[in-house]
């Protein structure tokens, strides 16, 4: 549940920067083929997260919606990110910052949860 719930986190990232970048962010000199990797890179992750590479969809779609989160925080000081300030929290930027952050911790509990032990098996029969 945790993976597809990542999965359906990183889409909705994905889809919020490619309809920015189709909205105005494509005329902004760098930030624009950022959105747009961004919005490729999120719909890639997703693909592998349904397959049996989940494990590096899970790893991508990590760092993907990380990096968007930081940069999104470096847009909005005051010397931006590549000349670009972002000037508030607009309803994408809070849709976006919302799933990309949902991604992490969804993900990233997936990937532990891959990660732990299975817990020991008791044979009940055996006695």
Same mark, same amino acid.
């Given at each position: 549940?945790?993976?597809?719930?990542?999965?359906?986190?990183?889409?909705?990232?994905?889809?919020?920067? !490619?309809?920015?970048?189709?909205?105005?962010?494509?005329?902004?000199?760098?930030?624009?083929?950022?959105?747009? !990797?961004?919005?490729? /890179?999120?719909?890639?992750?997703?693909?592998?997260? *349904?397959?049996?590479?989940?494990?590096? /969809?899970? !790893?991508?779609?990590?760092?993907?919606?990380?990096? *968007?989160? $930081?940069?999104?925080?470096?847009?909005?000081?005051?010397? /931006?990110?590549?000349?670009?300030?972002?000037?508030?929290?607009?309803?994408?930027?809070? $849709?976006?910052?919302?799933?990309? *952050?949902? *991604?992490?911790?969804?993900?990233?509990?997936?990937?532990?949860?891959?990660?732990?032990?299975?817990?020991?098996? $008791?044979?009940?029969?055996?006695?």
């Amino acid at each position: 549940m945790l993976r597809y719930l990542g999965a359906l986190a990183t889409i909705v990232v994905g889809a919020v920067h !490619l309809q920015q970048y189709a909205d105005f962010i494509s005329d902004v000199p760098t930030i624009g083929v950022l959105f747009l !990797l961004n919005g490729l /890179g999120a719909g890639a992750a997703t693909i592998l997260l *349904a397959t049996r590479h989940r494990t590096l /969809g899970a !790893l991508g779609a990590v760092a993907l919606s990380a990096g *968007a989160l $930081v940069a999104v925080l470096v847009s909005m000081t005051d010397k /931006g990110l590549f000349d670009y300030i972002e000037p508030t929290f607009r309803t994408a930027v809070v $849709v976006s910052v919302v799933a990309e *952050a949902a *991604a992490v911790v969804l993900l990233l509990a997936y990937l532990a949860m891959r990660r732990a032990p299975e817990p020991p098996r $008791v044979d009940w029969t055996a006695t």
